[in-house]
T-cell receptor, first 113, second 115 residues
């Protein structure tokens, strides 16, 4: 079983739609959670951290459910520029793991005009 | 400010040749990571360093792969001999962290093709 699992998609949605991505992680010791964005043929970049209480950044909302080991990302009013691959990322803390991130395979979003 | 710098950006080589990928992390960052990305396997961590010391190399595929960090501003990933299955995009990333899970900044990657 992969440590971080995501539906690879692609998700094809029209402009203005709301779309949600889900992610599950296997290690209950995971302590930090993130969403990274990767544009085609570019490097991954941090989109947002995910906090236990949930957090919002403009049109983007991230949620964490530790009991179910589940993370989500909601994009409202999607734009053409949101087309990218979204990577779910977890981090283990503690000896030997400090700084190390585990990446999911990514979910591809295509926003159509 | 300059981000993470990688060279070369593209490399095409023949099977059996030695390949050296280079990385300059962001100044002041104490962690450096090497990743490999393919369509089939996604983004895989190969090795990472803290203060120039290798911490975890469990992701290095086999003895053909080696990585060094002689100083805080330079790291290399070497493949010798290269094989077609090594074709991938290799990313270097750096971070500054005192705990865990701080943001990693990625370089633009080296697209390696082994014929």
């Amino acid at each position: 079983r992969k440590e971080v699992e995501q539906d690879p998609g692609p998700f094809n949605v029209p402009e203005g739609a709301t779309v949600a991505f889900n992610c599950t992680y296997s290690n209950s010791a995971s302590q930090s959670f993130f969403w990274y964005r990767q544009d085609c043929r570019k490097e991954p970049k941090l989109l947002m951290s995910v906090y236990s209480s949930g957090n919002e950044d403009g049109r983007f909302t991230a949620q964490l459910n530790r009991a179910s080991q589940y993370i989500s990302l909601l994009i409202r009013d999607s734009k053409l520029s949101d087309s990218a691959t979204y990577l779910c990322v977890v981090s283990l803390h503690g000896s030997g793991n400090t700084g190390k991130l585990i990446f999911g395979q990514g979910t591809t979003l295509q926003v159509k005009p | 400010d300059a981000g993470v710098i990688q060279s070369p950006r593209h490399e095409v080589t023949e099977m059996g040749q030695e390949v050296t990928l280079r990385c300059k992390p962001i100044s002041g960052h104490d962690y450096l990571f090497w990743y490999r990305q393919t369509m089939m396997r996604g983004l895989e961590l190969l090795i990472y360093f803290n203060n120039n010391v290798p911490i975890d190399d469990s992701g290095m595929p086999e003895d053909r792969f080696s990585a060094k960090m002689p100083n805080a501003s330079f790291s290399t990933l070497k493949i010798q001999p290269s094989e077609p299955r090594d074709s991938a995009v290799y990313f270097c990333a750096s971070s500054q962290t005192s705990g865990g899970g701080n943001e990693q900044f990625f370089g633009p990657g080296t697209r390696l093709t082994v014929l």
